[in-house]
């Protein structure tokens, strides 16, 4: 009887010669490409047999880490984006157990459906980075070569860190981040600078914070005046006192006001060189969008919520903005993730990385970003958690080295759990417990009829 060894061998020089033609291949060649297959398993007979959770808390954020288990003994580790439900996760279980998660985008188009913008995207997404886990130790590749290979060997990070309304307080925190090595650095400037000021706000009076904050900003009447943009423009000059302007420095979080205060601010910070200004308003509103860019000399950047390509190619097409921002937890993972940035490299648009959670999830964002050619720097929330590196194994620390991270060469995703710690930081008990309730999760799922 042949060994499962040599049926695989037979069967990838069959599969070679065929698609290359046999001279191509040396012998030595040959025997390196098998050599490296994962003998533990048979990738064609490979199938799902489990999903199963554990979540992470204050990572910062909340954190479910998924894996999905073999009928080989091999698994795959995924992440559900931060602050979402692992329920998202779980109601995929059915549609995934008995698939060939090597197929990873046909897998991927099955589950597609159940994923939306924002946080609900997070269960398809962790899916999928999981399948690519599985699918690159099946094949004992790393996740960026079966992406096309690499364009970078490390990955840009940029990272802000905690707010001050004191602008000497706050310009010393992201001086220490440039110490630390970080080449690109971005900072909240958000209109609560301004609380207290008389003068710098007009808007419905009573209006609370809590309705504010739940209304899309072209519908709070919230507008900044003369002095409130002096204010905030100030502010951000004492920063870039202390930091130099020779660093990129992006803005994010204003606050919920209206299109023309925008504009005014922006044109405000002109004078500040800022790297880009951070959801202004929400992405769906593109007309609304390429008012302010137009408006502006300083780079626009959205999309952290939204999933699947369309929607960034619509606005990249318009150049709505001018950087485009996924979160490949929600943007519909590695290959959508990656499908993003050559889309919109089409149209001149260059691809931010937003990301807020595990090293799991950090390495799923490497390898896309190592293989997508236009993409610009991969967001770092977790630079003062100390337990962060120690939540995996398998790649070297410390993981973001001087403002970079290294691009793993292992298998899969490159990265295991380390056990011990990823049980210290649990928000519920429970690591990876069995999900039979989920086996049977049923509906008539066809989108057409
Ligand atoms: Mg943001």
């Given at each position: 009887?042949?060994?499962?060894?040599?049926?695989?061998?037979?069967?990838?020089?069959?599969?070679?010669?065929?698609?290359?033609?046999?001279?191509?291949?040396?012998?030595?060649?040959?025997?390196?490409a098998?050599q490296?297959?994962?003998?533990?398993s048979?990738?064609?007979?490979?199938?799902?047999?489990?999903?199963?959770?554990?979540?992470?808390?204050?990572?910062?954020?909340?954190?479910?880490?998924?894996?999905?288990?073999t009928?080989?003994?091999?698994?795959?580790?995924?992440?559900?984006?931060?602050?979402?439900?692992k329920?998202?996760?779980?109601?995929?279980?059915?549609?995934?157990?008995?698939?060939?998660?090597?197929?990873?985008?046909?897998?991927?188009?099955?589950?597609?459906?159940?994923?939306?913008?924002?946080?609900?995207?997070?269960?398809?997404?962790?899916?999928?980075?999981?399948?690519?886990?599985?699918?690159?130790?099946?094949?004992?590749?790393p996740?960026?070569q079966?992406?096309?290979?690499?364009?970078?060997?490390?990955?840009?990070?940029?990272?802000d860190?905690?707010?001050?309304?004191?602008?000497?307080?706050?310009?010393?925190?992201?001086?220490?981040?440039?110490?630390?090595?970080?080449?690109?650095?971005?900072m909240?400037?958000?209109?609560?600078?301004?609380?207290?000021?008389?003068?710098?706000?007009?808007?419905?009076?009573?209006?609370?914070?809590?309705?504010?904050?739940?209304?899309?900003h072209?519908?709070?009447?919230?507008?900044?005046?003369?002095?409130?943009v002096?204010?905030?423009?100030?502010?951000?000059?004492?920063?870039?006192?202390?930091?130099?302007?020779?660093?990129?420095?992006?803005?994010?979080?204003?606050?919920?006001?209206?299109?023309?205060?925008?504009?005014?601010?922006g044109?405000?910070?002109?004078?500040?060189?800022?790297a880009?200004m951070?959801?202004?308003?929400?992405?769906?509103?593109?007309d609304?969008?390429?008012?302010i860019?137009?408006?502006?000399?300083?780079?626009?950047?959205?999309?952290?919520?939204?999933?699947?390509?369309e929607?960034?190619?619509e606005?990249?097409?318009?150049?709505?903005?001018?950087?485009?921002?996924?979160?490949?937890?929600?943007?519909?993972?590695?290959?959508?993730?990656?499908?993003?940035g050559?889309?919109?490299?089409?149209?001149?648009?260059a691809?931010?990385?937003?990301?807020?959670?595990?090293?799991?999830?950090?390495?799923?964002?490497?390898?896309?970003?190592?293989?997508?050619?236009?993409?610009?720097?991969?967001?770092?929330?977790?630079?003062?958690?100390?337990w962060?590196?120690?939540?995996v194994?398998?790649?070297?620390?410390?993981?973001?080295?001087?403002?970079?991270?290294?691009?793993?060469?292992?298998?899969?995703?490159?990265?295991?759990?380390?056990?011990?710690?990823?049980?210290?930081?649990?928000?519920?008990?429970?690591?990876?417990?069995?999900?039979?309730?989920?086996?049977?999760?049923?509906?008539?799922d066809?989108?057409w009829?």
């Amino acid at each position: 009887m042949q060994s499962p060894v040599s049926i695989e061998r037979r069967r990838f020089l069959g599969g070679a010669a065929g698609l290359l033609g046999a001279s191509f291949w040396t012998n030595e060649t040959l025997d390196a490409a098998v050599q490296n297959t994962n003998t533990n398993s048979k990738p064609s007979d490979l199938k799902i047999t489990d999903l199963r959770v554990a979540t992470v808390a204050r990572a910062p954020m909340t954190c479910p880490l998924i894996r999905i288990d073999t009928n080989q003994g091999i698994y795959g580790l995924g992440e559900v984006r931060d602050g979402a439900s692992k329920t998202f996760a779980l109601m995929l279980k059915s549609r995934l157990l008995g698939e060939n998660p090597c197929n990873v985008d046909k897998v991927f188009r099955k589950i597609k459906q159940f994923g939306f913008h924002a946080r609900q995207a997070g269960g398809v997404c962790g899916v999928e980075m999981a399948l690519w886990d599985l699918a690159g130790k099946a094949y004992n590749v790393p996740v960026y070569q079966m992406l096309g290979g690499k364009f970078r060997d490390v990955i840009r990070c940029y990272a802000d860190t905690t707010e001050s309304h004191d602008p000497k307080v706050y310009g010393q925190r992201l001086k220490l981040r440039r110490d630390q090595g970080f080449t690109f650095l971005k900072m909240d400037l958000g209109i609560d600078l301004l609380e207290g000021t008389p003068g710098t706000l007009t808007q419905p009076l009573g209006l609370t914070g809590r309705e504010a904050s739940n209304t899309q900003h072209m519908f709070t009447g919230i507008e900044i005046t003369d002095k409130g943009v002096a204010m905030m423009a100030d502010y951000v000059g004492a920063i870039r006192e202390q930091i130099g302007m020779d660093v990129p420095l992006a803005a994010d979080h204003f606050g919920h006001i209206g299109l023309n205060s925008c504009i005014k601010l922006g044109k405000a910070l002109q004078k500040y060189n800022m790297a880009w200004m951070e959801d202004m308003i929400p992405w769906q509103y593109t007309d609304l969008w390429k008012k302010i860019t137009d408006a502006i000399d300083i780079p626009t950047l959205t999309g952290e919520d939204i999933y699947l390509k369309e929607p960034f190619l619509e606005l990249a097409r318009a150049h709505a903005v001018d950087i485009l921002h996924p979160d490949l937890a929600t943007s519909g993972g590695i290959l959508e993730t990656k499908k993003i940035g050559d889309g919109i490299q089409e149209h001149g648009v260059a691809m931010a990385m937003h990301f807020a959670g595990t090293p799991v999830s950090a390495m799923a964002n490497v390898h896309c970003a190592a293989a997508t050619e236009n993409f610009l720097a991969l967001e770092n929330h977790s630079v003062d958690v100390p337990w962060w590196d120690d939540l995996v194994n398998g790649v070297s620390k410390p993981i973001v080295r001087k403002g970079y991270i290294p691009v793993p060469n292992g298998p899969g995703l490159g990265v295991t759990l380390n056990d011990e710690v990823v049980k210290q930081h649990l928000l519920e008990p429970g690591y990876f417990e069995p999900t039979p309730e989920w086996n049977k999760e049923r509906s008539h799922d066809r989108l057409w009829s």
